[in-house]
T-cell receptor, first 111, second 115 residues
Framework: SQQGEEDPQALSIQEGENATMNCSYK?????LQWYRQNSGRGLVHLIL?????REKHSGRLRVTLDTSKKSSSLLITASRAADTASYFC???????????FGEGTQLTVNP | GAGVSQSPSNKVTEKGKDVELRCDPI?????LYWYRQSLGQGLEFLIY????????KSGLPSDRFSAERTGGSVSTLTIQRTQQEDSAVYLC?????????????FGSGTQLSVL
């Protein structure tokens, strides 16, 4: 079964609005990462948050991590049409070397 | 090269044929991963290489799937006797090491269609 589960599955907003995506996971992790995918091809790494961190910022991105609830959120502020993509969370578990991905959130930003 | 390179970018094959998918990681990256993504779905882990060895191949869905990596660089994923359910995008990723806080660099994938 998938370690990470994102919600919502799909999100449609207007340009300039904020977009929030959530991710839940099941087991203990070393870190949680967010990736972006355009047009169903290669993924691009956005941000990594370690298990001992609670919040991290990178440009218009803000990620939070709550290990007690086994959940994370990705906030994109002041969204742009170019932010339209699928966003995936991925967890690095404390055992093993694989990065396990969730099902993704499809974000559509309307101009 | 500048990024992870995968070939072919698209492959159409007939059911029952064998296919080989190639991944050329970023130079110097010792860790290499294969994932599979069906239409509209998340990424399914297949296999992970550290150097030429595969410490974790538990994601390979059947014995029709195999992968190798030679010289600590190029990797080949082979699917024998392809089935229609094998149709998916096959993604390769590499990272500098298998260290805990490494991010993955992905190729553009191979779209496999089994008719």
């Amino acid at each position: 079964s998938q370690q990470g589960e994102e919600d919502p599955q799909a999100l449609s907003i207007q340009e300039g609005e904020n977009a929030t995506m959530n991710c839940s996971y099941k087991t203990s992790i070393n870190n949680l990462q967010w990736y972006r995918q355009n047009s169903g091809r290669g993924l691009v790494h956005l941000i990594l948050i370690r298990s001992n961190e609670r919040e991290k910022h990178s440009g218009r991105l803000r990620v939070t991590l709550d290990t007690s609830k086994k959940s994370s959120s990705l906030l994109i502020t002041a969204s742009r049409a170019a932010d339209t993509a699928s966003y995936f969370c991925a967890t690095k578990q404390t055992s093993g070397s694989r990065l396990t991905f969730g099902e993704g959130t499809q974000l559509t930003v309307n101009p | 090269g500048a990024g992870v390179s995968q070939s072919p970018s698209n492959k159409v094959t007939e059911k029952g044929k064998d296919v080989e998918l190639r991944c050329d990681p970023i130079s110097g990256h010792t860790a290499l991963y294969w994932y599979r993504q069906s239409l509209g779905q998340g990424l399914e882990f297949l296999i992970y290489f550290q150097g030429n060895s595969a410490p974790d191949k538990s994601g390979l869905p059947s014995d029709r799937f195999s992968a190798e990596r030679t010289g600590g660089s190029v990797s080949t994923l082979t699917i024998q006797r392809t089935q229609q359910e094998d149709s998916a995008v096959y993604l390769c990723a590499s990272s500098p090491a298998a260290a805990v806080n490494e991010k993955l660099f992905f190729g553009s994938g191979t779209q496999l269609s089994v008719l």
